[in-house]
């Protein structure tokens, strides 16, 4: 690594760092905006002013908003995500409950999407002009423009309820019938597959016209060589971004997918805390999210210009 890369990484890690820093004052500020009262959600249909007094003081919700951050941050840092105010749970078990499924669905996507779209992008590329590139093209922009949900609602009634080949919905669980997966992850599949796909489409063409790789094919140096070693790394690199932005959508709980599957991942968790105004577990799931979109462009941001080291910025 360059003095200058070394620079650069130094640079955007203590700006991930600060953003990291940001977040959960952003959080704060955001839910302590939301409109209603948490109190008044928890005391029913017909609240008595004394109850949800009571519940206010037990909640610690009649305090300074001041306060309440001071001790929610020193909790962040130690660990301490609070209670459920709709369960009494702790806030840790819920996300830790809705995790697994999150990344299972997440794991499943991220390993066939790299070679999937990587492979079709390279192969629209070798036949650039041709009728395979034209319907790789005319494929991956007609998917990429359908919804998940239409997308998912297609499938479900084609593959699940048409034919019977798949299970519509995870409610009898992933462990019991683990083919719940397939549709899923074939909906969190189709756009990212086709956006990255003609990001590597249009990098690895405009490396392979570029002059060094010109050059190297004047001299002699296979077309195989210069394309793998030379202008692929070059081509994956806008696409590293691309991908990260994909696991980060993907971590963060695709909750129409969730929703529309009936799994019971971070998405549905998040879904529950909004409708039952439980602040707690989304200020917990919008800090995660949070820190995990700063991390994740952190990587690809790094990733990218170790992979096209020529774009790197010496100031």
Do not use: K
């Not at 300074?64 to 962040?76: I, K, M, N």
């Not at 929703?259 to 409708?275: N, S």
């Amino acid at each position: 690594m360059t003095a200058p890369l070394r620079a650069w990484a130094g640079r955007r890690v203590l700006l991930g760092a600060a953003q990291v820093a940001a977040v959960p004052v952003l959080v704060f500020a955001l839910t302590e905006a939301l409109p209603g009262d948490a109190a008044v959600a928890l005391a029913g249909d017909a609240p008595d002013p004394a109850r949800i007094a009571a519940i206010r003081a037990a909640l610690r919700l009649d305090r300074p908003a001041v306060e309440r951050f001071a001790d929610w941050t020193g909790g962040l840092a130690h660990g301490e995500l609070g209670r459920s105010l709709a369960g009494g749970r702790p806030v840790a078990d819920l996300l830790a409950a809705g995790l697994g499924p999150t990344l299972l669905l997440a794991a499943l996507t991220l390993v066939l999407l790299v070679p999937a779209a990587v492979g079709l992008g390279m192969l629209a590329a070798r036949r650039e002009g041709g009728p395979l590139d034209r319907a790789i093209s005319t494929l991956t922009l007609a998917v990429h423009a359908v919804p998940e949900f239409a997308l998912g609602v297609l499938l479900i009634a084609v593959f699940a309820l048409r034919l019977g080949w798949l299970p519509p919905t995870a409610v009898g669980g992933l462990r019991q019938q683990p083919a719940v997966l397939v549709l899923p992850v074939v909906v969190l599949l189709a756009r990212p597959v086709c956006s990255i796909a003609r990001l590597v489409r249009a990098g690895l063409i405009e490396a392979m016209a570029a002059p060094y790789a010109v050059h190297a094919l004047r001299c002699g140096v296979a077309p195989a060589r210069v394309r793998w070693t030379h202008a692929l790394p070059n081509a994956l690199a806008p696409a590293a971004q691309q991908l990260a932005r994909t696991a980060d959508w993907l971590l963060g709980g695709v909750i129409v997918v969730e929703a529309l599957f009936v799994i019971p991942g971070l998405g549905t968790v998040l879904l529950d805390a909004v409708a039952a105004r439980d602040v707690p577990v989304v200020q917990a799931l919008a800090v995660l999210f949070g820190v995990l979109t700063v991390l994740l462009n952190l990587a690809a941001d790094l990733a990218a210009r170790r992979l096209a080291p020529r774009s790197e910025v010496v100031a």
